[in-house]
């Protein structure tokens, strides 16, 4: 069975950095692009950042764009999100998705997703 596994999250100060993880298991994602969403309470979900499935290729909401850095270990079926600076409109459970088969920043887009990490934020 496909699964996503996110990690990482807690409670962190504001400018402070965290390092979240993606563990894909089930099959092999070096074919995909992965993607970074977070959701705030009583928001939509909304795309963070996404690497393409050569690792070649990242994009960023312009939101985190200088702050947040999206890598991947093909050989570990791991994708990452480094958070640095971070600030307390950041908090939201952040969430990796995968098997995109639309426009990238749609969360609509994507079939396999994980179950999300906490991310806390305080000023």
């Known amino acids: 069975q496909v699964q996503l596994v996110e990690s990482g999250g807690g409670l962190v100060q504001a400018g402070g950095s965290l390092r979240l993880s993606c563990a894909a298991s089930?099959?092999?994602?070096?074919?995909?692009?992965m993607a970074w969403f977070r959701q705030a309470p009583g928001k939509e979900r909304l795309f963070v950042s996404l690497i393409s499935s050569s690792g070649d290729s990242t994009y960023y909401a312009d939101s985190v764009k200088g702050r947040f850095t999206i890598s991947r270990d093909k050989a570990k079926n791991m994708v990452y999100l480094q958070m640095n600076s971070l600030k307390p409109e950041d908090t939201a459970v952040y969430y990796c998705a995968t098997r995109l088969i639309g426009t990238y920043y749609y969360a609509s887009s994507y079939e396999i997703w994980g179950q999300g990490t906490q991310v806390t934020v305080s000023s």
């Open positions: 089930g099959r092999t994602f070096s074919g995909y692009a």
